[in-house]
């Protein structure tokens, strides 16, 4: 019984499988299609896709939370809003520079999540999401009231756009491209993240936390840190929004904002890297298309949000992969 | 038994209320660092209430409880787990989309300063997974190594629990009705896993099966209504009116 394995067969296989061929090649092509998009499409679809960018960043940021932690939150427009304001605040009132109004929006969100997350997770489940709502709709009502700093409902204008290293942001194609590299950034950073040591224990305080805390797992600062890190990419994301509308309005930090990026993330699939992308594509697209056509969009948006939980309760990308897995699969 | 050692675990009259309801009262008992301790009582005696406060799930109305001389009363549970404090439940709680190596992974990566570390992907710690899959080959599951604790059976998950506390190398470890809900053949891979336990861990164990259990113990201790009724050398206790008492009565 204390008869150990020969060392051969310990080498973990899931990773060697994870990189085949046929994946790099379609991840490839993925790339070179995302970079090349302005060349072949008008400046209405390159818009579009910088809106995207931002939704996705967003979504992948609030997935940290709510598909790898499990704690389902209702308010994490308050990060995307708050970093807006920021720098839109001391850009255009407060006399810094772009850069230093950009390190100010990252930094200060950053402390906030830190606090809210002191608040907050002082629950989970239902009462996480409560006070994470709750936290939202103070920074809402104080956006819409404190005239004097926020200019209320008028929303701060007046933003302009970043020129790093010179270059020109102001054309949809730059603004574009400028977008896709911090969606690059974010989507790496946030994908080591959680492929982590910590990320797997995060994972291990979602799905068996009392388990995880019996182990050694102090729950309570993984999950902590995990909330400030998830406000940082909101920040990113808040950052980019604001950069991209020159704009800022408290509808930003409203429920509805938050409750968008919950539903890109449950549509496309939490827990999954690729659902927030997917679902934050889903949302943009309706957004956009069907409020042309239909006043009441959001109506819209929750019947398609009912097709795919009952079709795919598991989201569009992970249930996606199972019907594939089934044609592909039963055929042998 | 050495009474003149620290004893490994100490619990001074303990109670705990739910609600009004005394699940624990006036419990002491004293484990000395490597004894086996069996904990017998009906169900509802309080049995996996004393582990949970032991462990810290659930904080004591009132009492101490002491690890190898440390006051742990109010210490958080993954702290006791730092100083050596392994369990089992007594419903299996397992990670059932991972496979069973990420699974006794996870108990190696709790107590390594590597679970703080977000960069490297802990599929690259090469040295885990060996320990992991020496691990599972304590309890014969080495060839369901890379599959996930769905697809395993009830007998082959109660010995992942098992595996998962024992992969931390504990100094005390708590067992909560390991046997339960096995088959004959499976109580004995128990046994005799049990049995190969080191001296160095103290093992204080919840069961039922008395058949199995009895040969396990060196000495033991038997709650009903939250109370220490009985508590000592195995056949000491086993003789004692008391316990037929409670048995028979039952
Ligand atoms: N979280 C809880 N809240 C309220 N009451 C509880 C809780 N946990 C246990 N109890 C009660 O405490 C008493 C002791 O329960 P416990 O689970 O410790 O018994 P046990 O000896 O482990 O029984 P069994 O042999 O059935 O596992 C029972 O009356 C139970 O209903
Ligand atoms: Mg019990």
Redesign the interface.
């Known amino acids: 019984?204390?008869?150990?394995?020969d060392?051969t067969?310990?080498a973990?296989?899931?990773?060697e499988r994870r990189n085949s061929g046929l994946r790099i090649a379609l991840y490839a092509a993925l790339g070179i299609l995302l970079v090349a998009l302005p060349l072949f499409s008008g400046d209405f679809y390159i818009n579009l896709a910088s809106q995207i960018l931002i939704a996705a960043i967003f979504a992948l940021s609030l997935n940290l939370l709510v598909g790898y932690g499990g704690l389902s939150s209702l308010g994490h427009a308050s990060f995307l809003g708050l970093s807006a304001y920021f720098a839109a605040w001391f850009f255009t009132r407060g006399g810094l520079d772009h850069t230093s109004a950009a390190l100010v929006a990252l930094l200060g969100t950053t402390i906030v999540a830190g606090f809210f997350g002191l608040i907050a997770l002082r629950a989970s489940g239902l009462g996480f999401l409560m006070i994470t709502l709750a936290l939202s709709q103070v920074l809402w009502g104080v956006a819409f009231r404190w005239a004097s700093v926020t200019n209320g409902d008028n929303g701060l204008s007046g933003m302009t756009r970043p020129m790093p290293f010179g270059i020109d942001l102001n054309g949809p194609a730059a603004f574009y491209w400028f977008s896709l590299v911090i969606f690059g950034i974010s989507f790496v950073l946030m994908a080591?993240?959680t492929?982590?040591?910590?990320?797997?224990?995060l994972r291990?305080t979602r799905?068996?936390p009392?388990?995880?805390?019996?182990?050694?797992?102090?729950?309570w600062l993984i999950r902590w840190i995990t909330f400030v890190y998830a406000g940082f990419w909101g920040a990113v994301a808040g950052l980019l929004y604001v950069y991209y509308h020159k704009y800022i309005h408290p509808t930003s930090l409203s429920i509805t904002a938050s409750a968008e990026g919950l539903l890109s993330v449950i549509a496309g699939g939490s827990g999954t890297l690729g659902g927030p992308v997917v679902g934050s594509i889903l949302v943009v697209m309706l957004k956009n298309y069907a409020s042309a056509y239909v006043e009441r969009w959001n109506m819209l948006l929750g019947i398609v949000f009912l097709v795919i939980v009952i079709f795919m309760p598991e989201g569009l990308v992970p249930g996606t992969k199972r019907l594939w897995k089934r044609f592909t699969g039963g055929a042998k | 038994m050495t009474t003149s050692a620290t004893p490994a675990l100490e619990i001074i009259n303990l109670h705990k209320n739910f609600g009004g309801l005394p699940a624990t009262q006036n419990v002491s008992i004293k484990v000395q660092p490597g004894e086996r301790r069996l904990i017998i009582g009906p169900n509802g005696a309080g049995k996996t209430t004393l582990f949970n406060q032991i462990t810290g799930d659930f904080l004591p109305t009132s009492g101490t409880i002491k690890l190898f001389g440390q006051d742990v009363t109010k210490l958080k549970p993954h702290k006791r787990a730092h100083l050596g404090l392994s369990r089992t439940y007594q419903i299996i709680t397992l990670f059932n989309r991972d496979t069973l190596a990420h699974n006794i992974t996870l108990g190696l990566l709790g107590l390594q300063k590597a679970r703080w570390n977000m960069l490297r992907p802990l599929a690259t710690y090469g040295d885990m997974r060996t320990e992991a899959i020496r691990v599972l080959g304590l309890v014969n599951l080495e060839h369901l190594a890379d599959r996930p604790v769905t697809d395993i059976s009830y007998g082959e998950k109660r010995r992942v629990e098992i595996a998962m506390a024992m992969a931390q190398r504990p100094k005390v470890l708590l067992l909560d009705e390991p046997l339960a809900g096995l088959s004959a053949g499976e109580r004995a891979n128990i046994k005799e896993l049990v049995a190969s336990i080191p001296r160095e861990t103290t093992v204080v164990m919840i069961e039922h099966d008395m058949d199995t259990a009895l040969d396990l113990a060196e000495t033991v201790t038997l709650l009903h209504y939250g109370k220490v009724i009985v508590d000592g050398e195995r056949d000491a206790v086993i003789a004692d009116e008391k316990t037929r008492e409670v048995y028979l009565g039952h």
Do not use: H, K, Y
């Open positions: 019984m204390t008869d150990v394995t060392n067969t310990i973990a296989p899931p990773v080591i993240f492929e982590s040591a910590f990320g797997s224990a291990g799905d068996q009392r388990r995880m805390a019996a182990l050694g797992f102090d729950v």
